[in-house]
């Protein structure tokens, strides 16, 4: 079945239409109860969504290939740059793509190890909460602390 006409009988089942005769249901039918609708509509919405190609979204010009499968000689290009020792940031300029989308394949590759800190997003996170009661070597409190204040001023 085509995505289009999916999208056609689930719009005329949320609208409380029968999609073959056009026919609205009658008021007890599950297809006029509120939450069937909702349901319906999220659904509909989903397929809209993943219907749309990536000739809908506008190209940015600095990473053509962002989403682009990889192709052989892509990685094999990109092989040849890691072993030249180019940076990472580099080799994303040269390939159109994302720091992050460049680190994933030479992980997928082999060429390097997975390390969560390579990952977007994942090297910010906070340092683990330090008890300011207690100083480092027993220290007494800072003045006009009492050691109690998580805030030692």
């Not at 939450?35 to 659904?43: I, M």
């Not at 749309?52 to 990889?70: E, F, I, Q, T």
């Amino acid at each position: 079945m085509e995505t289009q006409r999916a999208a056609e009988i689930i719009r005329a089942l949320a609208d409380g239409r029968d999609p073959a005769t056009g026919e609205a249901f009658p008021p007890g039918s599950p297809y006029q109860q509120a939450e069937t609708v909702r349901a319906l509509f999220v659904a509909l919405e989903a397929l809209e969504r993943r219907g749309r190609s990536r000739a809908d979204r506008p190209v940015d010009p600095n990473r053509p290939k962002l989403g682009a499968r990889w192709t052989p000689e892509e990685e094999q290009q990109l092989r040849d740059g890691f072993a030249a020792h180019k940076p990472i940031p580099e080799l994303a300029t040269a390939h159109g793509r994302t720091v992050g989308a460049i680190t994933a394949r030479l992980v997928k590759l082999g060429l390097i190890e997975d390390n969560p800190m390579n990952r977007a997003g994942q090297g910010n996170r906070p340092p683990e909460r330090r008890d300011f009661r207690s100083p480092p070597g027993g220290a007494p409190p800072p003045a006009g602390g009492s050691g109690d204040d998580p805030l030692p001023f």
